[in-house]
């Protein structure tokens, strides 16, 4: 007997199995929805996800500093035209403009959006661990080295 799934983990398994649309990545990447959190050097760091319709995710970066949310980037998923890129709009970088990463590979609930022409990263990677469990990382040459940074993330809700 299976314990502990979200009623959403059941829902989004039951429309997968419905539609016969497990493959598509951004019905997959739908499991990002809720609020997710890490710890960085002392700090909680969060994660949001929401779905806007089915062709658009919208997303967030953020931490919390007594009543203020400091946001640091404000994110994309979308599907046009049946290619899927992640955007990216980070603060104080890239003049304020958005930075577009086209989805190369979304296999095994891992899903690798990549731009060889950005700066720092060229790689964003997401890997659905679970229900409740979320591994990211971006990487890519800095400064003419190999760099990685590594998030590990918890569902709050």
Known sequence: MIKNLS???LLMF????ATG???KPLIQ???LNGVWNTAINGKTIYESWKTVNPKLMTGMSYSIRGADTIVFEQTKIVDENNQVAYLA???????G???SFKLISSA???FIFENPEHDFPQRVIYQLVSADSLHAWIEGKYQGKGSREDYYYR???
């Open 7 to 9: 009623p959403g983990f």
């Open 14 to 17: 039951s429309i997968f199995t």
């Open 21 to 23: 649309q497990e493959d």
């Open 29 to 31: 990447l739908k499991l």
């Open 89 to 95: 709009r980070a603060r104080n970088q890239n003049q």
């Open 97 to 99: 403009r958005e930075v």
């Open 108 to 110: 095994n609930k891992t």
């Open 155 to 157: 569902r709050m809700k």
